[in-house]
């Protein structure tokens, strides 16, 4: 299985996952987009839980436009895995 900054999951960005509640709890989670997906990934994964995956499998849109901006969600993306790896999030208290 590939590993994405050292997780062994095919896709840090899926957005489809369980977690168990006191994991949520203890993981101070800031972004308020689609970038929730990654920063949950790597700091359940720095704070030592274990990851697990369903993967998924995407289908082509049928219908309608994607309102999904690839460049602005790369620099979102970034801007999360440069806070969790330069210790520049906020802690939970």
């Known amino acids: 299985m590939p590993k994405s900054f050292g997780i062994k999951v095919h896709d840090i960005t899926n957005a489809f996952r369980g977690f168990k509640k006191e994991i949520f709890k203890k993981l101070n989670l800031e972004a308020d987009s689609f970038n929730i997906s990654p920063e949950f990934a790597l700091k359940a994964h720095k ?34 895995y440069f806070k969790i790896f330069t210790g520049l999030t906020r802690s939970k208290k």
Do not use: I, N, Q
């Open 47 to 80: 704070a030592g839980f274990k990851l697990g995956e369903v993967p998924t499998d995407y289908k082509a849109r049928v219908d309608g436009a994607s309102t999904f901006k690839v460049s602005k969600m790369a620099l979102s993306y970034l801007w999360v």
